[in-house]
């Protein structure tokens, strides 16, 4: 299983499996919190590594068939899908009845969440895997074309984007004005807001591994450890061993 579960009125929901095609990783889960019995599944026609959320008493998942489901929470009845042009491996974020995802397609899409209709589409050079983050008005979110990107949630007009060396799958993190977020060019970064290229900060570890931050969402304490070897303290700007 590699999503992670949402829960809600007494039920988890999650994704199951890693192949392509029918079978048990092509299937929404619906369980028990309490006993764990399971009390619906809903079929995709691909693997579903996409993490669920819900909201409005709706849950909404993407899956490698290129579709963004929307399904009653309870009963698991589909209420609306959307079609993209390539795998749905972004886990949603809805925000005052806009829903945000992207696609293999190299498309961020922002859709009405109750409807499904398409509200706007940004397009970057490369497949969309990171999950965006919502704050004030504009959607953050990584691209594997190596660019991490600031869109105006409403219209889907680009305000800025930053270049990292490689791909960003990392899910961005918000805390108190800065946004962070992972690269697989083995760095952690901590940007600002309202951005300013004077105000871009790398955290950096020698040696560090690049499993341990580029594919998660970044977790903000003060320090980070990272497995014991390296604490990178983001708002100090230092690295140290230990």
């Keep these: 299983m590699q999503t992670r579960p949402a ?16 079978g048990p990783g092509t299937y929404l889960y619906a369980v028990d919190s309490q006993t764990g019995q399971q009390q619906w599944k809903f079929k995709t026609g691909g693997r579903v590594a996409s993490s669920p959320i819900i909201a409005a008493r709706l849950v909404y998942f ?63 050079r490369f497949r969309v895997e990171s999950s965006p983050a919502v704050a004030a008005g504009v959607v953050y979110f990584g691209s594997s074309d190596a660019d991490f990107y600031a869109v105006d949630s409403q219209t889907g007009r680009g305000l800025w984007k930053f270049d990292t060396r490689s791909n960003v799958s990392s899910s961005p993190t918000i805390v108190e004005g800065v946004v962070y977020f992972g690269s697989l060019d083995f760095h952690l970064y901590a940007i ?50 230990v």
Aim: net charge neutral; glycine share 10%.
């Design 62 to 124: 993407g899956s490698y068939d290129g579709y963004l489901y929307a399904l009653d929470s309870q009963t698991g009845e589909e209420r609306w899908k959307f079609k993209a042009d390539g795998p749905v491996v972004s886990s949603p974020t809805v925000v005052d009845g806009i829903i945000y995802f992207g696609s293999h397609d190299s498309h961020l899409y922002a859709l009405d969440s109750q409807t499904g209709q398409t509200k706007w589409r940004f397009k970057t």
């Design 7 to 22: 829960i809600a009125s007494g039920l988890v929901h999650f994704g199951s499996g890693s192949t392509w095609g029918p």
């Design 192 to 241: 600002q807001l309202p951005h300013n290229c004077d105000s871009c900060r790398k955290a950096r570890g020698h040696g560090l591994n690049y499993a341990f931050i580029p594919w998660s969402s970044p977790k903000l304490s003060s320090p980070v450890a990272t497995y014991g070897l390296w604490i990178l303290e983001l708002l100090q700007n230092k690295d140290k061993s």
